[in-house]
């Protein structure tokens, strides 16, 4: 276990993780501990908007793990983000109890509105943390699992598979738009009131939510960097490199694509599952076609295959949109967000932290380079080079 | 008094004489003593003088009820002279129809009662049946059908042999049997005639009629009428798929026209185009633009405006594709998934061009007068809008097929398709075809956006609603094949509109896309998929 945590852990994915953890810890000290006069306070409402950045981070970073590493292009991801986030919204629902308007103690007040006499069988269980939460894994894995298993095994590649996943996530869309699906309509799922009998809304809750994130997006990070630095992870390279060749050489291509394709949807749902207590809502235009290709840009512009670039590029384009779309700036940000697609794919094709590696490389492999030669000089028989 | 019963006599002789032989040419004495009548402000004798002017056959007979029905009608019983006051405040005499310049301020209207008022209406609607404008008889036919009143029925019966119009006749024989089958007191044999008459009509307003007699206390009736209600059952269960078919050619079209273009540039480049829903969009509202201009400055070619805008959204559309395809995609050829990142950025910036530019509504765009209404075929209505649009889009299938298969650019697109790298070794210029082949497919979403906008709200928006079902069309059809795409299209369309009465429009849609994830399973290149070496190109 340790052999590999070291393995997937070289600088820079060392100085990642060092400051997420830092993050994770200041924030919440920060907002809690320093008095709001203090200049070092941060305000609750930029820990719930950060924490949200950190959930998004947390989906980019899976779509990056598929993409940057596989070649998957998943243009429905925001469909298992979604689903995390339904998972978790069905617990909050089901803590509400008798608190809400219509006070039924059983049903949530949608269901009370809409005449449900009795609790759909998908429903039950749901009150109970640990369910939800091992819902919020299952429900996006096993459908992942079920697509993919059908996408790979009969080799729909390149842009048929993000065509259908866009699909899938449209099909979806469709139908938590429907009253009769049980799961609130248009409306979604809303008002919650506690989580694990911490109230929501809460300084306290917020903080330890962020927190949370963040431990939840240093876990998404080792996990990615565990598999991409591991045997299993230099074939997904080949394969996205060279699906046929890879094939030929007797790799079963679709069991790594559905391996990878399944933990993704994991992260993702788990990401949603996050997101959704500290936005407060989640509905059925989570799963719009547009939010996941957005996802995509985020990755696009930090720079896919990368890890930490998912994050960064996560982080920068949902604070530039907030940035441009809370001000007077708001009716040129989607020509903005369309330029940034455009200018990406055109002038950025490796992203920030891609490009930024590319300029050291020469550098760095000029650094190894001489340590080689300083290591050579002090042993004559140097061992052959991996 | 005495003279008041003689009269009454009388009129009831003339009725009965006048029911025998209706539409008898006026005779000039008994309507006028009818009309005259109608002075002696008793409601027995408007009753007997509304019978006789309606069975007069007189041609004043009509305005005379109806004004009596308005209360336009007045008497003067001194004179026993009637006048109608018409609506534009002018005064006629009822028996006549002349101008009368007089005033008659002191003379009272001719009172109703309920029982009369029933009497002027059955009146009316027999006077229709006999009216000499044929869809006016259809209409009052109609009527009767929907009222079974058994009153109409002699009228019907002598109005029927002599009836010409072919479609009049059929609804006087269905008003006919409508009484016939109302009243249980009529003979069997002509009871079982009306079934079959009924059953003929099968609609649901036949079918609601048989079921009324279906447990009729005469055994040959209710045996009858429960086989036609099975026959009745079945032409209905006919006509719906008839319908159904109608309604998923009418999808199919718009979905070949919507995709027809992204078949072209995803079949000869590869290259998926999220911006592909704003070229229609584009062309719609190059539509909106035509009609305004037209509307402020030559409101006489309205007729001719989509005619006008179909070029311009060619040209329009087709010049936004070059410049994309110049600008942007060229860079990235053989980096599909870039190319989907690179042009779903370029359809947000155009629909948010066009929301600053015309503003986030709905914009109105007209139909002209040859694409309004709709006529019925059989028991379907078919609306103009939604047959040109089928027409229209097999044309432009029709004239692409040709182009592709008759010009040097068609060949070349083919050759470009088929293998790029040998068709360039051929001497084509094959990035000049990927400009051309991409303004094309452009183009003809513009077009497509024009036909669109007759059915569609013009929103900035409009493109998006497309781009998912044209993407499910070329995929489920198969790349770089249009017949591929027109199948696809219509089986499309046609699926949906047969599921949709089963499960609801939502689940239709759903089980569509499912439908189409589990067929790409069996078939990853469509239908018509191509094979050889290009597949793995």
């Known amino acids: 276990m340790t052999h590999i945590l070291i393995r997937s852990l070289d600088r820079s994915a060392v100085v990642f993780v060092a400051i997420i953890a830092a993050v994770a810890v200041l924030v919440p000290l920060l907002n809690l501990l320093v008095p709001p006069t203090s200049f070092f306070h941060v305000p609750t409402y930029l820990v719930a908007l950060w924490g949200k950045y950190l959930c998004y981070a947390l989906l980019a970073l899976s779509i990056d793990l598929i993409w940057g590493y596989c070649g998957i292009l998943s243009l429905g991801h925001g ?53 939800a939460a091992s819902m919020v894994f299952l429900v996006p894995g096993v459908l992942a699992f079920i697509f993919g298993w059908f ?128 936005v407060g809502i989640i509905n059925p235009s989570e799963f719009a076609p547009g939010n996941s290709i957005e996802a995509v840009i985020w990755v696009a512009v930090g720079g896919r295959g990368t890890l930490t670039g998912a994050v960064l590029g996560a982080v920068l384009v949902n604070y530039a949109k907030t940035f441009f779309t809370s001000g007077a700036l708001a009716p040129y940000w989607l020509f903005m967000l369309g330029a940034l697609f455009v200018l990406v794919t055109l002038l950025l094709p490796r992203g920030i932290i891609g490009t930024l590696q590319h300029w050291w490389a020469p550098w760095r492999a000029q650094r190894i380079e001489a340590s080689a030669q300083k290591a050579a000089s002090r042993a004559p028989h140097p061992n052959p080079a991996e | 008094m005495f003279d008041r019963l003689i009269r009454r006599v009388c009129a009831a002789a003339f009725l009965c004489l006048l029911a ?12 006028e003593d009818a009309v005259a009548q109608l002075s002696n402000d008793s409601f027995s004798d408007t009753d007997a003088a509304i019978s006789a002017i309606a069975s007069s056959g007189n041609e004043r007979a009509l305005p005379i009820i109806q004004a009596l ?18 609506r534009d405040g002018k005064v006629t005499d009822a028996a006549s129809g002349e101008g009368v310049a007089a005033s008659f301020a002191n003379l009272g209207s001719v009172r109703l009662n309920n029982r009369l008022r029933r009497a002027v209406d059955a009146a009316v609607g027999a006077l229709t049946l ?64 009306a079934v079959t008459v009924i059953r003929d009509r099968g609609d649901q307003d036949a079918l609601a009629l048989l079921n009324t007699v279906a447990n009729d206390p005469s055994p040959l009736v209710a045996q009858t009428a429960q086989a036609a209600i099975s026959a009745v059952q079945s032409t209905l269960a006919l006509w719906s798929g008839v319908q159904n078919a109608w309604y998923g050619i009418s999808l199919g079209s718009v979905l070949l026209l919507a995709a027809i273009g992204l078949a072209i540039t995803f ?69 599909a998934l870039e190319t989907l990142l690179a042009t779903w950025g370029i359809s947000l910036i155009m629909q948010q061009a066009v929301r600053t530019t015309f503003g986030p509504t709905n914009r109105e765009v007209g139909n002209p007068s040859w694409m309004s209404g709709a006529f019925e075929l059989g028991q379907i209505t078919i609306t103009y809008n939604r047959l040109w649009i089928v027409v229209f889009t097999l044309g432009v299938f029709a004239v692409l097929l040709l182009m592709l298969r008759y010009t040097s650019l068609g060949l070349e697109m083919r050759a470009v398709t088929q293998n790029r790298r040998m068709a360039a070794s051929m001497g084509i210029a094959t990035s000049r075809v990927d400009a051309l082949t991409f303004g094309l497919g452009s183009g003809i979403a513009g077009i497509a956006g024009v036909a669109l906008s007759q059915i569609d709200n013009v929103s900035p928006n409009l493109g998006q609603g497309y781009i998912i079902d044209s993407f499910m069309v070329v995929v489920f059809g198969g790349v770089g094949n249009l017949w591929g795409t027109l199948v696809g299209a219509f089986t499309l369309g046609i699926a949906n509109k047969f599921l949709e009465p089963v499960a609801g429009a939502v689940l239709a849609k759903i089980a569509i896309l499912v439908l189409i994830i589990l067929f790409i399973q069996k078939r990853p290149r469509g239908m018509f998929a191509l094979k050889g070496r290009a597949v793995e190109a």
Not at chain 2, 69 to 86: F, H, M, N
Not at chain 2, 173 to 193: C, V
Not at chain 2, 269 to 286: D, K, R
């Open chain 1, 79 to 131: 469909a298992f983000f979604a689903l995390g986030g339904y998972a978790m919204g069905m617990y909050l629902m089901r803590q509400i109890g008798n608190r809400g308007v219509y006070g039924n103690p059983l049903l949530p007040d949608f269901m009370v509105f809409l005449n449900y006499k009795a609790l759909p069988w998908y429903w039950h269980g749901f009150d109970m943390f640990w369910f």
């Open chain 1, 151 to 278: 996408a790979f095994r009969s080799r729909v590649t390149g842009v048929y598979l993000s065509i259908i996943t866009q699909a899938l996530t449209y099909a979806l869309l469709l139908g938590f738009f429907r009253n009769d699906f049980g799961f609130g309509g248009n409306n979604g799922l809303t008002d919650f009131k506690d989580i694990l009998g911490f109230n929501v809304q809460a300084q306290g809750t917020r903080a330890a939510l962020f927190a949370l994130s963040c431990i939840a997006l240093m876990i998404g990070f080792l996990i990615c960097r565990a598999i991409v630095t591991s045997k299993l992870g230099k074939i997904l390279v080949a394969i996205r490199d060279a699906e046929p060749r890879t094939r030929f050489l007797g790799y079963r291509v679709e069991s790594y694509k559905l391996f990878v394709f399944t933990v993704s949807a994991c992260m993702a749902g788990v990401a949603g599952a996050l997101y959704v207590p500290q």
């Open chain 2, 20 to 31: 025998v032989a209706l539409t008898a040419p006026a005779a000039a004495g008994p309507f």
């Open chain 2, 69 to 86: 029905q308005d209360g336009r009608l007045v008497a003067d019983p001194a004179s026993k002279k009637v006048y109608i006051k018409e």
């Open chain 2, 130 to 193: 006999q009216s000499p404008d044929p869809v006016r008889r259809l209409q009052a036919a109609q009527a009767v059908f929907k009222s079974r009143d058994a009153s109409a029925l002699p009228l019907i019966e002598s109005a029927l042999p002599k009836e010409t119009n072919a479609s009049v006749k059929r609804a006087f024989a269905e008003a006919q049997a409508a009484i016939l089958l109302a009243k249980p007191d009529a003979p069997e044999t002509s009871r079982i005639e």
């Open chain 2, 267 to 335: 079949g000869v480049m590869g290259v998926i185009n999220m911006a592909h829903g704003e070229m229609v969009m584009l062309g719609a509202y190059t539509t909106f633009v035509v009609q305004e201009v037209i509307r402020t400055r030559y409101p006489g070619l309205f007729d001719y405006s989509l005619l006008i805008a179909l070029p311009l959204a060619f040209l329009v559309a087709g010049l936004v594709g070059i410049a994309i395809e110049r600008g942007v995609i060229r860079f990235l050829y053989g980096r």
